[in-house]
């Protein structure tokens, strides 16, 4: 099977290649991009030993961007255990409906990813259940109990891609050290979820604020952004590679910058609500907008978009946190944390990002797709030919009103249902099969 994907404005950060063209796929591979203007059968189109042409399937994408496949460095599909807030399966058809070809599910299952043999069962699952690639992150910590390290070498020869304990944090730092020269010993990424637990259980809502006013707990940016200080100052001692998830204040985009720029080998992400919305939209008592880290100030949402335009913060990444609606019906301090984010980031970063000129094109396609491949040393995030054919599509005029009862995940927790947006995901083709498509959706 051939697929041919003409007249799109081709993106490749990878090459830095903007322009338009066509994309050929064969075999699973891209085979050639062929720019505008220049014959368009690629040359040696068929393999050897092949007499028959290949059936092709031609994709218009006038008008659209041809982007490497996105790749999430950052969900949580609930599968083992909490089957009812999503599956492996929901959640892969999630992230292919958002664009996603690739993504990274976080270990809070139950039971924890922290196992060689559960790593293992992860990968052997998604071979029959997930349309996109899955991979598997392991935790710092058996059970994510904070006291024992896990067998991050056999988890790494299973086919964990990093370790996190994202949820929490490991608040013992000596045994965190420890965690992170262990997998600075196995060059592999540790993802850090940055929260103090004890700051966490002080924050009470402060007198007088909007924030209580609102009813949301009084989380303080200073339980984020202790935790960065600790960890960039661990990673600087061990060399380890320290990734921070969810970056939700200026003081951690500042010190992010600082540390990469004295050579500590961090990277960063920002999730989509965290550049979009401050804790002033959030609606009295809306559980749909509380997730942690939480919504935060202007002035921080305005650090995390200039740290992206810079690429002191390398990626965007979802936090996807899909939960039932019997959970976010509870009162506002009780309701989990989290919200959906796998089939709203692409419109967000086009609608906030690339229209309001933080970002080009070419730079979204390398903090959604190029950057967080590279960050886990993996050949998707490319159109080079010959690279694995993980491509998406998107319309970036097209223009509508985001519709959580539309969503392929099971969670509707979005504080962005009924919202504005440009940017729409029309194919997301991973391994060379299209997995999803906008228009036979519209015609179910
Ligand atoms: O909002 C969040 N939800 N933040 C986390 O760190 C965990 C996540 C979850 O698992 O629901
Ligand atoms: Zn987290
Ligand atoms: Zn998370």
Redesign the pocket.
């Known amino acids: 099977m051939r697929i041919r994907i003409e007249n799109g404005r081709v993106l490749d950060p990878a090459s830095g290649r903007d322009e338009i063209g066509t994309v050929w796929i064969q075999d699973g591979r891209i085979q050639a991009v062929v720019p505008a203007g220049q014959p368009k059968e690629p040359l040696g189109e068929q393999p050897e030993g092949r007499d028959m042409p290949a059936e092709i399937q031609e994709i218009d994408a006038a008008g659209c961007w041809v982007l490497p496949g996105l790749v999430d460095l950052h969900v ?1 599909f609930r599968d083992p255990g909490f089957i009812y807030k999503e599956t492996l399966a929901t959640g892969a058809r999630a992230a292919a409906r958002g664009g996603f070809t690739a993504v990274c599910p ?1 270990a ?1 299952t139950n039971p924890v990813v922290d196992t060689p043999e559960r790593v293992a069962e992860l990968l052997k699952r998604a071979e029959t259940e997930s349309v996109v690639r899955i991979l598997p992150i392991g935790a710092v910590t058996k059970g994510l109990a904070g006291e024992e390290l896990t067998d991050m070498a056999g988890m790494k020869a299973a086919g964990a891609v990093a370790f996190s304990e ?2 929490k944090t490991v608040m013992n730092a000596a045994l965190y050290r420890k965690g992170l020269e262990q997998a600075a010993a196995l060059d592999m990424v540790v993802m850090d ?1 940055c929260e103090d637990a004890n700051l966490l259980k002080e924050s009470v809502m402060r007198e007088g604020t909007p924030a209580e006013a609102r009813r949301v707990s009084g989380v303080s940016h200073a339980s984020e952004d202790v935790i960065t200080a600790r960890d960039i100052l661990l990673a600087r001692e061990t060399g380890a590679r320290l990734h921070l998830c969810h970056v939700s204040t200026g003081a951690s985009a500042r010190m992010a910058a600082q540390a990469k720029a004295e050579g500590v080998r961090l990277t960063a992400e920002v999730c989509p609500h965290h550049f979009t919305l401050t804790y002033e939209d959030i609606p009295q008592g809306d559980t749909n907008f509380k ?2 880290p939480p919504l935060r100030e202007k002035e921080d949402v305005e650090a995390l978009r200039q740290g992206l335009k810079t690429g002191a913060l390398d990626v965007i990444s979802t ?1 996807h ?1 899909p ?1 039932s609606e019997e959970e976010k019906a509870r009162p506002y301090p009780e309701a ?3 919200i959906v984010g796998s089939e709203t980031a692409v419109a967000l970063a086009v609608t906030e990002l690339v229209e309001t000129g933080v970002l080009t094109p070419l730079e979204l396609a390398d903090r959604m797709s190029f950057r967080p491949a590279q960050i886990l040393g993996l050949p998707y995030g490319t159109l080079r030919e010959g690279s694995p054919a993980d491509v998406t599509i998107v319309d970036p005029a097209a223009e509508y009103v985001i519709d959580k009862n539309q969503f392929a995940s099971k969670g509707r927790n979005t504080p962005f249902h009924g919202r504005q947006v440009r940017g729409k995901v029309l194919y997301t083709i991973v391994d060379g099969k299209i997995v999803y498509a906008a228009e036979e959706e519209e015609h179910d």
């Open positions: 949580h976080m809070n994202d949820g979820h997730m942690a936090d946190a939960h989990p944390n989290g």
